[in-house]
């Protein structure tokens, strides 16, 4: 795979991050959800959508996966990108770490493996966001190859604000507002 194909991928597993981050956040209003938690489907599609969205965030930050930052980003600009990035998602060094650490304890003890704990910690989602914000946005900026995606939509901020946006009304929508079949 040459270099920007590599690229045109880590900005794609960008996007689904934060697609998923969009639509799972979609189905709450402030801490309580919108979604009739009645529904196994709602329920099940929400919790879907945070799991997609943690296997991807490990994709780009907490494994030696190919699109993972240390080895897209040049070896000359590391220091200086980690350093932006920490300060992207306002967090110091070890505040990094352990939350790099509770992202992949969530992706290997309940996604990946449904392991023996007993209690789920959700991760929490801002320095995912803003993290992934920051790596789609360096790689725009610093690689003049990489000019697009798929659909040619590479504003990032605009398109998780868009999908939040149409998951809260398709979250919105009533069961009761269905058709008698729920068709």
Not at 71 to 84: G, H, K, N
Not at 131 to 160: I, K, M
Request: proline share 3%.
């Amino acid at each position: 795979m040459n270099r920007y194909e590599r690229l045109r991928r880590v900005l794609i597993v960008c996007h689904h991050c934060l697609t998923n981050i969009a639509y799972y956040r979609g189905g709450y209003s402030g801490k309580k959800p919108t979604y009739d938690r009645e529904s196994n489907f709602w329920l099940t599609a929400n919790g879907n959508f945070l799991d997609a969205a943690v296997l991807a965030w490990c994709k780009l930050f907490a494994s030696k996966e190919a699109h993972n930052w240390k080895r897209v980003v040049p070896t000359a600009s590391q220091d200086a990108f980690e350093a932006r990035l920490l300060k992207a998602a306002g967090m110091t060094a070890t505040g990094w770490a352990d939350y790099n650490n509770r992202m992949r304890a969530y992706r290997d003890k309940f996604v990946a493996h449904l392991d023996s704990e007993k209690t789920m910690h959700l991760p929490m989602l801002d320095p995912a966001i803003k993290s992934t914000f920051y790596y789609a946005e360096y790689l725009l900026d610093n690689e003049a190859s990489l000019v697009t995606l798929p659909d040619g939509d590479v504003n990032f901020r605009a398109r998780y604000k868009k999908q939040k946006q149409e998951a809260e009304r398709i979250y919105g929508k009533k069961r009761h507002s269905l058709g008698p079949t729920g068709d």
